[in-house]
């Protein structure tokens, strides 16, 4: 491939820009031609500060218009499916923003798509891309946590509601609460680690424990007093894995704790793991004696093992480079988030063995 590769965001939100316009705007090989948000002025300001000299309202509008390799798709999580569907049958290459959808049906209509158009599809999960996930991903290839038997994972907020009476409280725009905005980020770093093993149930309990808490201590984030809240504000569940190894999760974006956590820990019969705050710890032994080590990989600051973006940009540009977070693992995550809402809706763990069938495991 030769020449810059011509890019585009779609949501022109605050994650937008903090993540995908700087990190697209940095890449030498790539050309930010254009922001779409049905927001004008939202979608301006944000062109107006980066330099960017096209802006439009209709992705489909600016498809037609412009001559695009690839585009962001950063927008409430019900129209994931359908501009990611669109954008593959215009020949784009996509970089969705987590979670690919909010239903498994949705994400293997996407994949069907995808696998149509010859064209890529990565979620854009970023904690697989850290130091640490990098690290500790190799560290498990390698052996040195032998056969992992148990994990647990969460993010657990004391004031973290993003939005009360934004789509990330209205079911309808985002699918669903706390387990599948925070989830989809340690969840899935967690069966990411442990090389996204099939699952044979699932079983939790969703809470709305803050819906009417109308304090702006608890909401994080500025909302809309009065809109619309009708997700859970906590979720907290259990995986059973084919093998015999267990997953624990606890998410919640309200809680009467005395900080905040978000972490991944996992325990082998070589060695465990944990990933608190950001900090990487290993657990193993040696010469009869326990050991605890900690990587430094900050001695560095300016040290990145994997680029999320120019990691897409090089699969884009060399097919037989494998996507460390592609749409197939998409249908994976959605299937679990299905039977756990199916499971806390009914009070009874679901079975999930038989729809995994149907997902193509990348690992």
């Known amino acids: 491939m030769t020449g810059k590769l011509r890019y585009a965001l779609i949501g022109a939100g605050g994650n937008a820009e903090k993540k995908h316009i700087h990190g697209y705007l940095a890449l030498p090989n790539v050309e930010v031609v254009a922001i779409c948000d049905i927001n004008r002025d939202k979608a301006t300001r944000m062109a107006e500060k980066h330099g960017v000299l096209n802006v439009y309202c209709d992705y489909k509008e600016m498809f037609a218009k412009e001559r695009l390799d690839i585009v962001s798709i950063v927008t409430p999580n019900n129209l994931h499916a359908e501009i990611t569907e669109y954008a593959l049958s215009q020949g784009i290459h996509v970089h969705c923003e987590k979670p690919l959808s909010i239903s498994a049906e949705e994400a293997r209509r996407i994949v069907a798509a995808q696998k149509q158009s010859g ?124 093998g015999g190894a267990s997953l624990a999760f606890d998410f919640s974006w309200a809680s009467n704790i005395e900080e905040d956590r978000f972490y991944v820990e996992l325990m082998g019969t070589k060695g465990g793991a944990s990933l608190v705050n950001g900090v990487l710890k290993l657990f193993g032994e040696s010469s009869d004696i326990c050991l605890d080590i900690t990587p430094k990989l900050k001695l560095n600051p300016n040290l990145q093992l994997v680029n999320e973006f120019q990691h897409f940009i090089d699969c884009i540009e060399n097919e037989t480079k494998r996507l460390i977070a592609p749409a197939d693992d998409g249908i994976y995550f959605s299937e679990i988030i299905d039977a756990f809402y199916e499971s806390a809706a009914t009070g009874i763990p679901v079975n999930i063995h038989d729809k995994q069938k149907q997902v193509v495991f990348t690992g």
């Open 119 to 242: 064209k890529r599809v990565m979620i854009g999960l970023n904690n697989r891309f850290t130091n640490e996930a990098v690290f500790l991903k190799k560290w498990i290839s390698e052996g040195n946590l032998g056969d992992i038997y148990s994990a647990k994972a969460g993010w657990i907020r004391r004031s973290g509601i993003p939005g009360r009476g934004t789509w990330f409280t209205n079911k309808a725009y985002s699918g669903g609460g706390v387990m599948i905005d925070l989830g989809a980020h340690y969840l899935d770093l967690a069966l990411y680690l442990m090389g996204l093993p099939k699952v044979s149930y699932v079983a939790g309990n969703t809470h709305q424990n803050f819906v009417h808490t109308t304090t702006r201590n608890r909401n994080g984030y500025k909302g809309v007093d009065g809109g619309i809240f009708n997700v859970e504000d906590a979720a907290i569940g259990y995986l059973s894995l084919q």
